[in-house]
């Protein structure tokens, strides 16, 4: 069972930065691959980005690559993604998800376990 918490959303203007973290509680946190997820009102839930056990592969969606930043820290079972040039149209709740084994893949049904979300809004 792994448990995961993110925090760091927040009101920020177009062009802002922000930087979300998520803390997982459980053991073996480097066996998951990681994922962040976000779903803006009326929208299904879509990849942004996943990293692998280790963080030496990442997958980033066109839309948010140049932009936005994944890393993970093993040691504090930490996963982080750093927004930078944030647009209105990433106003979104911003999820973060493990995949036991995985390579931190765009599908949803790959990953194991979710946090709650955490709200990011970009003002124009």
């Known amino acids: 069972q792994v448990l995961l918490v993110e925090s760091g959303g927040g009101l920020v203007q177009a062009g802002g930065s922000l930087r979300l973290s998520c803390a997982a509680s459980?053991?073996?946190?480097?066996?998951?691959?990681m994922g962040w997820f976000r779903q803006a009102p009326g929208k299904e839930r879509e990849f942004v980005v996943g990293?692998?056990?280790?963080?030496?592969?990442?997958n980033y969606a066109d839309s948010v690559k140049g932009r936005f930043t994944i890393s993970r820290d093993n040691a504090k079972n930490t996963v982080y993604l750093q927004m930078n040039s944030l647009r209105p149209e990433d106003t979104a709740v911003y999820y973060c998800?493990?995949?036991?084994?995985?390579?931190?893949?765009?599908?949803?049904?790959?990953?194991?376990?979710w946090g709650q979300g955490t709200q990011v809004t970009v003002s124009s």
């Open positions: 998800a493990a995949d036991y084994g995985g390579r931190g893949t765009a599908a949803r049904r790959d990953y194991d376990y």
């Open positions: 459980g053991r073996f946190f480097s066996n998951y691959a």
């Open positions: 990293i692998s056990w280790s963080g030496g592969s990442t």
